[in-house]
């Protein structure tokens, strides 16, 4: 079985949509990118921290995913990262309301020795120098190396922002950050500059807009399946990643025809994380749904016409 | 060789786009229709109407294209129907600068004998009575009727907008216009109500997001081709609305599977449309280019996941 190393947040989310809000809840970027990971055939490991404030049945929740955790740091008298945030109606816009970075402000990565030689590394949405921290830990080449990153980085780290992007295969980003990384309106140029600058992959996600692939001259484009209602796009993003990164893992195939399959199940998965709020659809989702709705996405996008 | 009638405006429009603008340049639903529709195998008419001031070359590059024009009525003394738009720096949205209706205020649409019995209708946007009186001259059931509306008709026509969409077999609409015809924000919501005012097929319309085809429980969907640049959206929708109609009116199967098909035709043909200000690619494109981004299409939108 192929290993996949994760590295990202494992957090508390407090969360409001128009449809309600709650409490402190499971969050982070590695929780999203780990449970959706789990639906593929393989091992993986998570590399994040916490604080000792963390609950054991959440840390139990990923082990049971067969999700390990011996790189998840627990900071004795620590305070695990929270975020809150507000979304809008129309759901595609939100406010940060709170970020207390916590036991995240000094983190120190340690890759597992089990997973230095892991084949697909994700590198979850964190500060670029602790994604770099953990490349350099790797003993062997992976065959794929994902980043995913958000506009923060770009506001307050770019240089460091920039030496990671050289260093990955592909690059997970959506559109405003696209634009604002590349300073191009265009999708199809911004791709072309952020290719420039080290990815031979970039994968544009537009939300309910779906997600575009880019290699080279070469696009494929996966929909966002149409849902009745979207309750909470919170980790959405993130769950994509995993899906995408969790099945290139399992298939051990880098080549493109691939990846276009790899967005699928990623926005296949995606599309289940949005039904209810944080983490609560993943973690009772069954085989049986992704495969019924592996099905929905064919007869949503395949057609006939002979060329 | 089946008979498309369309009906819609033959006007004159002026455009800003942040790449330029326009003089006085030939525009109008039922041009951006036809000359679409022209690239497949049918027989064409329009129904409208025009002013004496409308030059004798734009009728002529009608009739090139092989398009019966004898139902556009040219009123003697009558100003064509002029709009002027003003695109934002996104291309999504647009401020309307001049709206003269002239000779369109009084149009009395006639159809020629010849396509009474035409087996495909495209209802372009216009008044929907205007649409209605087309609809009643039939002499024989056509295989079916599309119908293209604007939010216009929402605020100001709403009964007769309605009584139109009753008759109709297929809608063609944007999002915005979806979510105020059905008062549901959610797309999936808002084409299951709309259903419910009589169309069996849906189109929304997301412009640069694609189109969304729903049949009852069945949905599809078709992206639009990722440009390097969008010069201008004036008439993509009724270009698309052209590719459609035509398509289907080539092939004379009014299937689910074959209205998939119509879709991808329709959002091709779009995609050159907005390559240029107003008519100016589409006059110049030929089947091949087009035949070889319909393998664009395929590359771009199709996948080998086995389930």
Redesign the interface.
């Known amino acids: 079985m192929n290993k996949l190393l994760i590295v990202g947040t494992v957090a508390f989310d407090a969360i409001e949509t128009p449809f309600g809000k709650t409490d402190k809840i499971l969050g982070g970027a590695a929780t999203y990118i780990g449970i959706s990971a789990s639906f593929f055939n393989l091992q993986s490991a998570i590399v994040s921290v916490v604080g000792d404030d963390f609950p054991e049945e959440y840390l139990k929740l990923l082990t049971d995913r067969n999700i390990d955790i011996s790189g998840i740091e627990i900071v004795k008298g620590g305070k695990t990262f929270f975020w809150s945030g507000l979304y809008h109606?129309?759901l595609n816009s939100r406010d940060t309301l709170v970020t207390e970075l916590n036991v995240l402000a000094d983190f120190q990565p340690k890759v597992p020795q089990d997973y230095k030689n892991a084949e697909v590394v994700m590198l979850g949405n964190l500060h670029p120098l602790v994604q770099s921290s953990v490349l350099d830990q790797m003993e062997t080449k992976p065959k794929l190396v994902v980043l995913d990153t958000m506009n923060f980085w770009m506001d307050c780290a770019l240089p460091e922002l920039l030496a990671i992007i050289k260093r990955v295969d592909v690059i997970t980003i959506n559109d405003e950050e696209a634009r604002q990384l590349s300073g191009e309106?265009?999708?199809?140029?911004a791709a072309a500059k952020i290719h420039q600058m080290g990815p031979k992959y970039v994968v544009i996600k537009?939300g309910e807009?779906?997600a575009?692939l880019f290699h080279g001259e070469?696009?494929?484009?996966a929909?966002a399946l149409?849902?009745?209602?979207?309750f909470d796009p919170t980790g959405a993003g993130d769950t994509f990643a995993g899906g995408f990164s969790g099945f290139i893992a399992q298939s051990e195939n880098v080549s493109f025809?691939n990846m276009?399959?790899a967005i699928?199940?990623g926005s296949n998965l995606a599309s289940f994380c949005v039904e209810k709020f944080g983490t609560e659809r993943m973690i009772k989702l069954d085989k049986k749904e992704v495969?019924e709705r592996?099905?929905q996405f064919?007869?949503?996008?395949?057609?006939?016409?002979e060329?």
Chains 1, 2 share one sequence.
């Open positions: 109606n129309d309106y265009s999708l199809v140029k537009k807009h779906g575009l070469e696009v494929f484009f929909p149409p849902l009745e209602e979207v025809d276009k399959n699928i199940h495969v592996l099905k064919k007869s949503l996008t395949q057609f006939e016409i060329i």
